[in-house]
């Protein structure tokens, strides 16, 4: 088993910057794609961007390209999330996700789950 552990979320206001963490534990050698993904109030779960462990390879919502960045730090099993000019339509559960085989968009394509972390955006 995975285990995932989301950090980083908070109240902010327009246009300043977040960094989420989650850190991966157990058997992280099963791990090939790490992802996040958000569920705002009232909305579905959807794709943010993921990473993939063993190229680095890098996907993102068409959306958020440009100010979101996601990173990896293999070493200590961290998946990184740099999140800039943020606004308040990314207000959301950031959830930490990870998987065994190659990347998808696809919430249920993956196989683990951190508990969510609240990022709120206020104009």
């Known amino acids: 088993q995975v285990q995932l552990a989301a950090s980083g979320g908070g109240s902010v206001q327009a246009g300043d910057s977040l960094r989420l963490s989650c850190a991966a534990s157990g058997r992280t050698f099963s791990i090939f794609v790490m992802g996040w993904f958000r569920q705002a109030p009232g909305k579905e779960r959807e794709f943010v961007a993921a990473?993939?462990?063993?190229?680095?390879?890098?996907s993102y919502a068409d959306s958020l390209k440009g100010r979101f960045s996601i990173s990896l730090d293999n070493a200590k099993n961290t998946v990184f999330l740099q999140m800039n000019n943020l606004k308040p339509e990314d207000t959301a559960v950031y959830y930490c996700?990870?998987?065994?085989?190659?990347?998808?968009?696809?919430?249920?394509?993956?196989?683990?789950w951190g508990q969510g972390t609240q990022v709120t955006v206020s104009s």
């Open positions: 996700s990870a998987k065994r085989g190659y990347g998808s968009t696809s919430e249920y394509e993956y196989n683990y």
């Open positions: 990473i993939n462990r063993r190229g680095g390879i890098t």
